[in-house]
Every structure is written in structure tokens, then in C-alpha cells.
């Protein structure tokens, strides 16, 4: 039986798209090179603050999305606001983590 035939094709796109995720990610993890520094508990503690600032930018970007939406500013759809939450997680995470990391600390 193929795998592509159960369900519908938003079953199919949703496998397909997870397996491509995981082959761009152990791509990605293949070609690091020994240029990019060590985990130590530095650089844990600064990517943990990193994290966390996004989280908090991302909260405050959900708080903001709601009043949008709740004062009729513009029309939202789920899918829209994932993306745009998916993406402003991403690129605020790596760019805290990239920030204390140039840095050098947190505090």
C-alpha cells in the first residue's frame, strides 16, 4: 500500500514536508565546521537567553496580533498568524543568540 494514498493530500503534504524538514536539519547539523564555537556553559546559558527574549518578543507579537484582530485592523487567518509567529520565533531566536554571542555575555 503506498503511504501517499492514505488519507487526503493534506496528509500527504504534511509527511512530505516533515521529511524534508529532517533532511534539510541533518544536512545542515552534516556541514558545520569547526569554526563555530564550542558548547560549553557559556554558550548554553547565552543561547538560553536567547531563547527566552524570543519567547518574550514572540508573546508581546501574539498580544499585539489579538487586538489587531479584535479591533478589526486587519483580517487575520490561523494559518497567517502561525507563519508569521513561526518565522518572527526563528529569526528573533537566532538573532538574540547571535547578538550575546558577538557580545560575549548577557549581563
Not at 527574549?53 to 489579538?66: P, Q
Not at 509567529?85 to 560575549?104: C, E, H, N, P, R
Request: glycine share 8%; proline share 1%.
Amino acid at each position: 500500500m503506498n503511504i501517499l494514498q492514505i488519507g487526503n493530500e493534506e496528509l500527504s503534504n504534511i509527511l512530505i514536508n516533515i521529511g524534508v524538514a529532517l533532511i534539510a536539519v541533518l544536512l545542515i547539523r552534516m556541514r558545520r565546521t569547526g569554526n563555530l564555537p564550542e558548547k560549553d556553559e557559556r554558550t548554553k546559558k547565552l543561547g538560553a537567553y536567547g531563547l527566552s527574549y524570543s519567547w518574550l518578543i514572540t508573546f508581546l507579537a501574539l498580544n499585539a496580533i489579538f487586538w489587531i484582530d479584535r479591533l478589526e485592523f486587519a483580517q487575520l487567518t490561523v494559518s497567517g498568524v502561525m507563519f508569521i509567529l513561526g518565522i518572527l520565533m526563528l529569526v528573533t531566536a537566532k538573532g538574540f543568540q547571535w547578538y550575546f554571542l558577538s557580545k560575549g555575555d548577557v549581563d
